[in-house]
């Protein structure tokens, strides 16, 4: 059968040759193998790399050591060249196994984005209904981020598809950033202007709109837009919220 993996190690063996030498040129030196006692190391790696595999503990690091002891202890170049073979192959046969395995995955977060459409010193809030997430209490103009969209394009098409307003990208200021334990991160922009009156475009999901005062939210606004804006009132630009004092 063909080990797909073997052609893909050998070229990056290759490549790393031809970069040494390239930076070092021909290298001729003395083996330096055999000599007192090297025989003997040999044989004390080949009996610990059995009796690791009787346990049941055998590595990859138990076989190269053993294979290139063995190659250490050889003075005759022919027999050395042999045992220097197998060395390689070892060494080519583990990087095929580490490239098996499944690559460890990359902690993603959600990102949402949220709109802040403020006016003589008031919100515009909403409030929320028929989505099963905290229906019944009011929040921003927001949603998630989707493929291929910058988090100001999204930040525009939420207002577009829940307030009805056009807002340019450039009438977009950045306001907070909040880190919600542990896989959300929340960015809130404030609207410097924008065309059209906000008004409820989506009443399969929202009950009503309101302008409120941003130091008298009420009581149930979802607690982490309003933490946020207190944070924004304050001209604080990064919150973690709902992360324990431990970490």
């Known amino acids: ?19 040494q030498d390239a930076r070092w040129g021909v290298q001729e030196f003395p083996d330096g193998t055999g000599g007192d006692g090297a025989a003997a190391a040999a044989d004390a790696a080949k009996r610990l790399v059995g009796a690791a595999y009787d346990a049941g503990h055998l590595t990859w690091r138990d076989v190269l050591h053993e294979e290139v002891l063995e190659a250490f202890a050889e003075a005759d170049p022919e027999r050395l060249r042999a045992e220097l073979i197998q060395v390689a192959a070892v060494a080519v046969k583990w990087v095929q196994a580490l490239d098996r395995r499944p690559a460890k995955q990359r902690f993603r977060v959600i990102v949402d984005v949220h709109v802040l459409f403020i006016r003589d010193g008031r919100v515009l809030l909403g409030r929320r209904a028929g989505t099963g997430y905290g229906d019944g209490m009011w929040h921003l103009p927001s949603g998630h981020l989707e493929e291929g969209e910058s988090v100001v394009e999204a930040a525009c098409r939420e207002a577009r598809e829940e307030v009805g307003v056009i807002i340019e990208s450039g009438d977009l200021t950045f306001a907070h950033v ?49 933490a946020a804006l207190r944070k924004v009132a304050m001209s604080e630009p990064f919150a973690l919220h709902e992360w324990s004092t431990d970490h």
């Open 1 to 19: 059968m063909t080990d797909h993996g073997l052609a893909r190690v050998l070229g990056d063996v290759a490549a790393e040759r031809a970069a």
């Open 178 to 226: 909040m880190h919600r334990a542990p896989e959300r991160v929340g960015l809130f922009f404030v609207a410097e202007k924008w065309t059209g009156e906000p008004y409820n475009a989506e009443p399969d999901k929202c009950a009503e709109l309101g302008w409120w005062p941003l130091d008298q939210l009420p009581a149930d606004t979802i607690d982490y837009p309003a």
